[in-house]
């Protein structure tokens, strides 16, 4: 009689869900309490505790503002995370091998590094506006190709999206500073901004999980497009509200003046430079973890709920997110650079660690989680320095600029990954022919 051997498919435990959302909401609630009760300066969406006194027409204006922006950028945020979350599953679906999806990750990736490094230089000229509604009708385009074709284009699909994910990394963001200027709101508000758009973009990230898996239903075969009309209907909501609400005023110098202060901007100021290298380290070290680390946590055939694991990485950024206050304007006053410097020190440790030696399941996503905590802060304090360092009317050429380095070593390990699959089937074929 033979032994029937069952397989335990790994799964977080509920408590980590609850600890991470739990420990992020309270530390969103418990801020103003601790700030006030200290006498330091409080985050500006909590007026009434403390801190520099504003009139309640202009805070009421600025609460306005930025509530329609983070509105309207969580819905991007929804956007990117449907295509993405959903990519993978869509190949897997129609049967597309790995070998192949390689072959879509670097034509995307070149994409990326031959034009999407240009456009946010185009921004700055023709204005962050018309690039928000592309990333929007890039999106849109995707979305209307496979309902109509009913079967996925890696080659469009891939260089599109990499085009809208270039486009988003910059293009919502330089908007809201310049518009935030313009209409003459303090600058110390921004920093709330920045980490509510680190919140609120891992949030979205974890509802596009949810709305795809609720569109897509139990038979993958009758809801497999649904997700794309999902994506459909949320660029045209996007692109309605961009066009009737987005105001802005374009470039008034000439394209030369604006070479040469990007030039002088970038190359010439040495913090400038660091703030660059810093952003192409995260983007790089965000990008390689996220294409490896499903292929880390199932090693050696062990089986997982990856679907699970997910909602735990976003949950644990959105933490992280949260501790910015704490440590930029509440009791702890840390300077900018010295939270970026322990937080690219420990996500570094924990990335040494996990490329050391084999680890458990449980041992990989607390690694992982603790990593996507210091990329939670990482996010909104580069963008602090951003608005200190980059006048507005360049920031949008020095981040695509500043990713274009991290790109191009995305593509050189996407080729090196591609190479390794290549000589692992030419070893097998040639396997196979000598046990013949």
């Known amino acids: 009689m033979g032994v029937v051997i069952e397989s335990e498919v790994w799964e977080p435990k509920p408590q980590l869900y609850l600890f991470l959302f739990f420990s992020s909401f309270l530390s969103i609630f418990l801020f103003p309490y601790f700030s006030s009760k200290s006498n330091k300066t409080t985050s500006s969406i909590y007026p009434d505790l403390g801190g520099i006194v504003s009139t309640p027409s202009s805070q009421s204006s600025f609460l306005r503002f930025q509530t329609s922006f983070l509105f309207i950028f969580s819905l991007a945020s929804l956007n990117e995370g449907i295509q993405s979350v959903f990519g993978e599953f869509e190949y897997?679906?129609?049967g597309i091998s790995r070998e192949q999806v390689l072959v879509y990750f670097c034509v995307g990736s070149a994409s990326a590094l031959l034009f999407g490094t240009f456009f946010g230089m185009l921004s700055d000229v023709i204005g962050p506006k018309k690039i928000c509604i592309t990333f929007c009708f890039l999106h849109l385009f995707v979305g209307i190709w496979k309902n109509v074709t009913m079967h996925i284009s890696?080659?469009?699909?891939?260089?599109?999206?990499?085009?809208a994910s270039s486009a988003f990394s910059f293009c919502f963001e330089?908007?809201?500073?310049t518009e935030h200027e313009k209409?003459?709101?303090?600058?110390d508000m921004l920093s709330d901004t920045f980490w509510l758009m680190a919140f609120f973009e891992s949030a979205s990230l974890i509802g596009s999980q949810v709305l795809g898996n609720s569109l897509i239903g139990a038979s993958a075969q009758k809801g497999i497009g649904f997700p794309s009309i999902a994506v459909v209907f949320l660029s045209v909501m996007i692109i309605i509200y961009i066009g009737r609400n987005w105001k802005e005023t374009p470039l008034t110098g000439g394209v030369k003046d604006y070479a040469i202060a990007l030039n002088a901007c970038i190359f010439h100021?040495?913090?400038?430079?660091?703030?660059?290298?810093?952003?192409?380290?995260?983007?790089?070290?965000?990008?390689?973890?996220?294409?490896?680390w499903a292929p880390t946590i199932v090693a050696d055939g062990r089986?997982?709920?990856?679907?699970l694991i997910y909602p735990c990485l976003m949950g644990a950024r959105m933490l992280g997110s949260t501790a910015v206050p704490w440590f930029h304007s509440g009791f702890l006053q840390v300077q900018i650079e010295d939270c970026l410097i322990f937080a690219f020190s420990a996500a570094g440790l924990v990335l040494s660690i996990v490329a050391y030696d084999y680890q458990e399941i449980g041992t990989l996503l607390t690694l992982f989680c603790f990593f996507h905590v210091c990329v939670g802060i990482i996010l909104p304090s580069l963008a602090r320095l951003?608005?200190?360092?980059?006048?507005?009317?360049?920031?949008?050429g020095m981040i695509s600029l500043s990713l274009s380095p991290a790109n191009a070593a995305i593509l050189f390990v996407l080729v090196q990954v591609r190479m390794l699959f290549l000589f692992?089937?030419?070893?097998?074929?040639?396997?196979?022919?000598l046990k013949l």
């Not at 330089?174 to 500073?177: A, K, Q, Y």
């Not at 951003?386 to 507005?392: A, F, G, K, Q, S």
Request: aromatic share 12%; net charge positive; glycine share 6%.
């Open 92 to 94: 897997a679906y129609y």
């Open 154 to 163: 890696g080659w469009i699909a891939s260089i599109c999206l990499a085009l």
């Open 174 to 177: 330089t908007w809201m500073v």
């Open 183 to 187: 209409l003459g709101h303090r600058q």
């Open 269 to 292: 100021d040495k913090k400038v430079c660091l703030l660059a290298f810093a952003q192409a380290c995260l983007h790089f070290s965000t990008t390689v973890l996220w294409i490896l």
């Open 303 to 307: 089986e997982v709920h990856l679907g």
């Open 386 to 396: 951003r608005t200190m360092y980059v006048p507005n009317e360049l920031r949008g």
């Open 424 to 433: 692992a089937d030419t070893q097998s074929h040639k396997n196979n022919i």
